[in-house]
C-alpha cells in the first residue's frame, strides 16, 4: 500500500469511528390537565419521548403536573406538590414571574413556553454546549419496592453549589377524561408523567443507592427511572441518565 492511500485509510478509518456518547438533556414540562393552553405541550414532550433526540442530542422528557390549577375546576389526577415546589425552585432563579403553564425548563439552566418546539430545540442545543457528568443508573422493582444505584463520573467543577442527585420514576401511556374545567369535554393523553421524586444529597460520594416505595396501580412496564445530578443553588442539571424500569421476577422451579 502506497503512502498516499495509506493516509487515505487512515483519514476514513477517523471519520466513520464513532464519537463520545453526547449526555442527555432534561427537558421539565410544567403542566396540568385543567390548563387549556397545556395539551399542545402535552402532545409535543409526547414526540420527544417516541423520538428522544433533538438534533443528535438525546433528550429526557418528564411531565410535571403542578397543583395550583386543582381548584379550577378540574384536579389532574397526575399533579404532585413536588412538581410544584420544583417549579417555585426554578422560579427562584428565572424570577417569580417565570412560574406559568405550560413551562419548559431545559437542564435546569433555561426556560421557554413549553409548546414552543423551536424554543425547546433551541434551549436543547445551547444545553449540549456545557460541561456534562457522565452519570450512570440502574433501577429494579421487587414488588412494590424500588431499588437503583446511581454512579458519577466526571462531575464538572462546582464553585459553592451543593449537588444532590434526583431521582423521579416516570410513567408512560395515561389518559383523562375530562370532565370541568378549561378542558372538559376532552380525553387527554400524556407520556413521561411524573409518578415520585426522591434523592439525597451527593457529599463528594460516587455512589449512591436509593430505595422507594411504588403504588401497585402503576403499570410496571410502562414506568421508566430518571437521575439527575442538579444544583441545590443554581438549580443546573449537571448530568441525567434514564433507564426502564426493570422488574426482579421470582424463580419459576421445576
Not at 40 to 46: G, S
Not at 115 to 132: F, G, L, T, W, Y
Not at 148 to 166: F, G
Request: proline fraction near 7%; aromatic fraction near 6%.
Amino acid at each position: 500500500m502506497t503512502v498516499w492511500r495509506l493516509l487515505i485509510a487512515l483519514v476514513l478509518l477517523v471519520q466513520a469511528a464513532p464519537g463520545p456518547a453526547r449526555a442527555p438533556i432534561v427537558i421539565e414540562l410544567f403542566t396540568s390537565e385543567g390548563c387549556s393552553s397545556c395539551p399542545p405541550a402535552d402532545e409535543l414532550l409526547t414526540k420527544f419521548v417516541k423520538d428522544p433526540v433533538i438534533a443528535g442530542v438525546p433528550v429526557i422528557p418528564l411531565a410535571m403536573h403542578v397543583t395550583y390549577w386543582d381548584q379550577q375546576g378540574w384536579k389532574d389526577p397526575a399533579s404532585l406538590p413536588i412538581a410544584t415546589e420544583r417549579q417555585q425552585a426554578y422560579g427562584r432563579v428565572f424570577g417569580p414571574d417565570r412560574v406559568y403553564t405550560p413551562q419548559a425548563v431545559i437542564d435546569g439552566h433555561a426556560e421557554v413556553i413549553g409548546s414552543s418546539e423551536a424554543a425547546i430545540r433551541r434551549a436543547v442545543a445551547d444545553a449540549a454546549k456545557q460541561p456534562h457528568a457522565h452519570v450512570t443508573l440502574t433501577a429494579t422493582a421487587s414488588g412494590n419496592s424500588l431499588s437503583s444505584s446511581v454512579s458519577l463520573a466526571d462531575v464538572p467543577p462546582v464553585s459553592r453549589d451543593p449537588l444532590e442527585t434526583v431521582l423521579v420514576v416516570t410513567e408512560d401511556g395515561l389518559s383523562s377524561v375530562v370532565t370541568r374545567g378549561e378542558n372538559g369535554g376532552r380525553t387527554l393523553h400524556n407520556d413521561a408523567v411524573v409518578r415520585l421524586v426522591f434523592g439525597g444529597d451527593v457529599r463528594g460520594a460516587t455512589t449512591l443507592s436509593y430505595r422507594a416505595d411504588l403504588r401497585p396501580a402503576w403499570h410496571r412496564d410502562h414506568l421508566h427511572v430518571t437521575a439527575m445530578l442538579q444544583g441545590k443553588t443554581s438549580r443546573r442539571v449537571y448530568g441525567a441518565a434514564t433507564v426502564p424500569l426493570k422488574e426482579n421476577l421470582p424463580e419459576i422451579r421445576h
